[in-house]
């Protein structure tokens, strides 16, 4: 079965200070693998998206991530918090042999100091 | 146009009422998608429908009736809702070709079941 981990479930980063967000998958294939921002009381908003190609993906916002096979891995990166990026993020892998089966992870929530 | 709308935003409910929710999209997508997310949790699939008919149901109690009356709507009817049951419900569609998937969620329905 296809599972996403995000070990983190809070970070904390000073405004204008860098950020990464670790996500890691268990899958047999190279799943689909994504990056969704939550608000409070709102929906998902897609940040960036991975399929297939180069390895590291820009996003909105000003994100990136990087896919690494080796390490099963698809970690978020910002070079600049700004204090708007508060937010809950989650990282989600996308079915291959089921395409309409999303799995996410358990989210890491992100405070932002001044 | 790149939104999912949904109505109501916020429902409050008593456990013998009828309501439902309600998804609009017109991006063009043959899937669409109804998600649950409790507090601090991440969203659980409950129901996908792909080219209007039901092709995922997880084991949803029979007190959520899903309905896609055509390619851009989806509903979801509640009745005789449990405390429990008080959520963010989340709508998403997505192309719906398997085709690099990725889901347009809405901005949810926070229901409460008093």
């Known amino acids: 079965a296809q599972s996403v981990t995000q070990p983190d479930i809070h970070i904390t980063v000073s405004e204008g200070a860098s950020l990464e967000l670790r996500c890691n998958y268990s899958?047999?294939?190279?799943?689909?693998l994504f990056w969704y921002v939550q608000s409070p009381g709102q929906g998902l908003q897609l940040l960036l998206k991975?399929?297939?190609?180069?390895?590291l993906v820009q996003g909105i916002k000003g994100f990136e991530a990087e896919f690494k096979r080796s390490q099963s891995s698809f970690n978020l990166r910002k070079p600049s918090v700004h204090w708007s990026d508060a937010a809950e993020y989650f990282c989600?892998?996308?079915?291959?042999?089921?395409?309409?089966?999303?799995?996410f992870g358990s989210g890491t929530k992100l405070n932002v100091k001044p | 146009d790149t939104e999912v709308t949904q109505t109501p935003k916020h429902l409050v409910m008593g456990m013998t009422n009828k309501k439902s929710l309600k998804c609009e999209q017109h991006m063009g997508h043959r899937a669409m998608y109804w998600y649950k997310q409790k507090a601090k949790k991440p969203p659980e699939l409950m129901f996908v429908?792909?080219?209007?008919?039901?092709?995922i149901n997880e084991s949803v109690p029979s007190r959520f009736s899903p309905e896609c009356p055509n390619s851009s709507l989806l509903n979801l009817h509640l009745h005789a809702l449990q405390p429990e049951d008080s959520a963010l419900y989340l709508c998403?569609?997505?192309?719906?070709?398997?085709?690099?998937?990725?889901?347009?969620f809405g901005s949810g329905t926070q229901l409460s079941v008093l």
């Open positions: 429908y792909s080219y209007e008919k039901l092709s």
């Open positions: 989600a892998v996308g079915g291959v042999y089921n395409f309409n089966k999303f799995y």
């Open positions: 899958y047999g294939a190279t799943p689909y």
């Open positions: 991975y399929f297939s190609g180069d390895t």
């Open positions: 998403a569609s997505s192309q719906g070709d398997g085709k690099n998937e990725k889901l347009f």
